[in-house]
């Protein structure tokens, strides 16, 4: 689960606002995060009082929401790639697993289409190895991605 700790306090003018902590970090996923929610908010309101508005605002926050979709879709697109290339590689090295998961029916549930842990995107492909925290075996996708290709790694 990703984080960010934050306080609120005032500024100069005696506004709220937020303040990260000194030794914050700027990651990708913290944008990603900050302008998905900036767009869902954005979003809503617009949706829920959208007959309060007259065309000419209206229009602009319409064309808000486009741009911040635009910009989230770009750093969503460089966030993908980023983690993509963090689990390839970790695949590529000889780990004892790369997942883990908390029994079998976990295991057999991971998405076709993409695996997200520890930052990392995998794909179930050949090779991926997972631990199954219930019965503390490792079990590696052998001759084929589907649930009867897993094999446990002696």
């Known amino acids: 689960m990703l984080k960010i700790e934050y306080e609120i306090k005032l500024n100069d003018s005696g506004r ?3 303040d990260l902590s000194n030794d914050y970090e700027e990651k990708p996923e913290d944008k990603f995060f900050v302008l998905e929610l900036a767009r869902y ?5 617009y949706n829920f009082k959208s007959t309060d508005f007259d065309k000419t605002t209206a229009n602009k926050i319409n064309d808000c929401i486009i741009i911040l979709g635009q910009i989230s879709d770009e750093v969503a697109m460089l966030l993908f790639e980023q983690m993509k290339v963090m689990g ?3 695949i590529k090295t ?3 697993y790369h997942i883990q998961v908390n029994n079998i029916e976990e295991r057999n549930n991971l998405n076709y289409n993409g695996i997200i ?11 991926l ?4 925290l219930s019965d503390m075996r490792i079990y590696e996708l052998n001759n ?6 897993w094999g446990e790694v002696k």
């Open 117 to 127: 842990y520890n930052n990392k995107i995998y794909a179930r492909e050949i090779g």
């Open 94 to 96: 000889n780990r004892n």
């Open 88 to 90: 390839d590689t970790s």
């Open 144 to 149: 084929g991605i589907d649930n009867n290709n």
């Open 41 to 45: 908010l954005i979003q809503n309101i």
């Open 129 to 132: 190895k997972v631990l199954v």
């Open 16 to 18: 709220p606002c937020i």
